[in-house]
């Protein structure tokens, strides 16, 4: 402890220390008061009960001062002048400014410059930021450290837990950032601008939002040139690492794409502090209107704006950025009729609503196109169903074993066409027929045995395909003989020989002759008294004996 002591006189902690470099290294110049109340906001309610609020004011902000006393001592920081009220104001070296760059993790090139003579005017500006800054954090207590204080201290600072949050935290905040319209990032050129604050805080919505803190000095046309110098840095275009030409700011700071495929620049916040002789509510119109080329969008039929290649400019007043926070409904953005939080008024909340409309209007024709397809694929199937259910009513069944007909022998039971054979057991099914066939043309009735085709292959099946092929006798419905389906086949344009009878069996064309031959016997001895006949000549019979009585042939 006597070395530590002696390290550091004042007997701060490396906490304190640490909480000084982030501060300071982020505004540069800043009073204890005001690093007090960024880096450890609890302490602000612990010490309420002294007496004065100067006593008050010394014992929240002891702890600080002893960081500052040692980081002086090692050449880490500086007194850099007082301020009107005669708070002393804090500024580091730069060994302090390399030291701050470990603890906000940021390169030492962008740490900027050290802020001396900042206090030789008393630092009005920088002040004023670092309140602007305070005022976009809102630093929460944490509880827990004032755990044994009152009840009434403790609602305090509940309370102002419970308040609205603030955006990002000391590490997303960036004052006196050079904005080269020329030149480049370390050795800017004329005719940029400089922004008092950067803050940078994706987490929270604020991918990029650069900060102008007025005193009320300023005229709107003056103000307008710093707007005209913002515009020709966001224009700006260089050459990236990868060779193609992207905005200069892009470079450095990375954002999202826009969702609807626009280009809209940075927005730029304007934080007007009412010290100055020139009332805020004057120059406001007056601005806007010299700025209009610069942030007027693009009207829309979905009832929003397009910004593409406009810069957002949204304009609130100190006082009310302290009461409401970023959450409130203080930014007044120009182009737009009534003050809105800061995430709306740095968006497009009318296109989000009109693409959600039109998404929400998507879904619901896409639904109802989706429930008619289910309707008719419905109704389709309920036809189908019915179609099927008539189809099934209308199935043939078998008049053997009552089984019905598959679909293959339904259809080749059907009515044929005029130069198709018809079928010569349609009330058959497949196995019954084949039954009746190798039988010999006899009926098959009563039995209930289920008869299924062969297998596809070996002997049995192509036994089975010839025999459905078969010629049947048109007189007895008795399969032919293998001889007698050979003997009436059609063998081609070089037969002189035909079977006169091709449609008959065997033993229906022997019965067909015997017929013709014995009505011969009847009519031969009258026909020899009218006229002589030639040697072979065979007349037609005048009447056939038995069923060939009215058979054509």
């Given at each position: ?128 930021v ?6 976009m ?59 008092d ?12 939002l ?5 005193n ?9 040139a ?102 409130g ?60 259910a ?51 043309g ?27 092929r ?6 007895c419905r ?10 009436t086949?059609?063998?081609?344009w ?60």
């Amino acid at each position: 402890m006597a070395g530590n002591r002696k390290t550091n006189p004042a007997g701060s902690t490396n906490s304190s220390r640490g909480d000084v470099l982030r501060v300071l290294g982020a505004l540069k110049v800043a009073t204890t008061d005001q690093i007090q109340r960024i880096s450890a906001p609890h302490l602000t309610f612990r010490h309420a009960d002294k007496a004065t609020p100067a006593k008050q004011k010394q014992a929240r902000t002891a702890t600080h001062t002893g960081a500052l006393a040692d980081m002086r001592k090692h050449g880490l920081s500086e007194n850099g002048g007082t301020t009107e009220t005669s708070d002393v104001l804090r500024n580091l070296t730069p060994k302090g400014l390399k030291a701050a760059s470990y603890e906000l993790r940021r390169p030492e090139s962008e740490m900027g410059s050290t802020a001396r003579g900042a206090g030789a005017s008393g630092a009005s500006h920088p002040l004023a930021v670092n309140e602007t800054v305070i005022a976009m954090l809102r630093p929460k207590p944490d509880m827990a450290k004032l755990a044994r204080e009152s009840a009434d201290i403790q609602a305090a600072a509940q309370a102002v837990v419970d308040a609205s949050d603030g955006i990002g935290t000391i590490a997303s905040y960036w004052t006196e950032v050079p904005l080269p319209a020329t030149g480049t990032w370390n050795a800017p050129g004329k005719g940029g601008a400089q922004a008092d604050i950067v803050l940078t805080a994706p987490q929270d919505g604020v991918p990029l939002l650069f900060i102008e803190v007025d005193n009320c000095h300023e005229t709107a046309e003056e103000l307008a040139a710093k707007l005209e110098k913002y515009a020709r840095f966001v224009k700006r275009k260089t050459k990236d690492t990868d060779g193609k030409e992207r905005p200069m700011w892009r470079t450095r700071w990375t954002v999202p794409e826009d969702r609807y495929g626009e280009e809209p620049h940075p927005p730029v916040l304007l934080v007007f502090n009412h010290i100055g002789e020139r009332n805020p509510n004057r120059t406001k119109p007056r601005l806007q209107e010299l700025t209009r080329h610069l942030w007027q969008g693009e009207w829309q039929q979905g009832d929003y704006h397009l910004y593409d290649r406009k810069i957002p400019i949204i304009a609130v007043g100190l006082r009310n950025l302290r009461a409401h926070g970023p959450a409130g409904a203080v930014f007044h953005r120009f182009g737009r009729s009534h003050p809105q939080p800061l995430l709306e008024a740095i968006g497009n909340p009318r296109r989000d609503a009109a693409e959600a409309r039109e998404s929400e209007e998507r879904e619901a024709r896409a639904a109802q196109y989706r429930a008619q397809r289910e309707r008719e694929a419905q109704a389709k199937a309920a036809r189908e169903a019915k179609e099927a259910a008539q189809r099934e009513a209308r199935r043939p069944v078998c008049a053997g074993c009552g089984e019905k007909f598959t679909d293959h022998r339904w259809k080749a039971v059907e009515s044929a066409r005029w130069d198709t054979p018809g079928e010569s057991h349609p009330q058959l099914c497949d196995a019954c027929k084949q039954q009746a066939l190798g039988t010999g043309g006899s009926r098959v009735a009563g039995t209930q045995e289920h008869h299924q085709e062969p297998a596809r292959d070996g002997e049995d099946w192509r036994n089975f395909r010839r025999s459905v092929r078969r010629p049947v006798c048109t007189e007895c419905r008795t399969a032919f003989t293998d001889e007698r389906w050979k003997a009436t086949e059609c063998v081609g344009w070089g037969t002189s020989v035909q079977e006169p009878r091709p449609s008959l069996c065997e033993d229906c064309d022997q019965e067909y002759i015997a017929s013709v031959e014995s009505a011969w016997e009847h009519v031969q001895p009258r026909q020899k008294q009218e006229q002589p006949q030639e040697q072979g000549e065979i007349l037609p019979p005048q009447k056939k004996a038995g069923r060939w009585f009215s058979r054509r042939t």
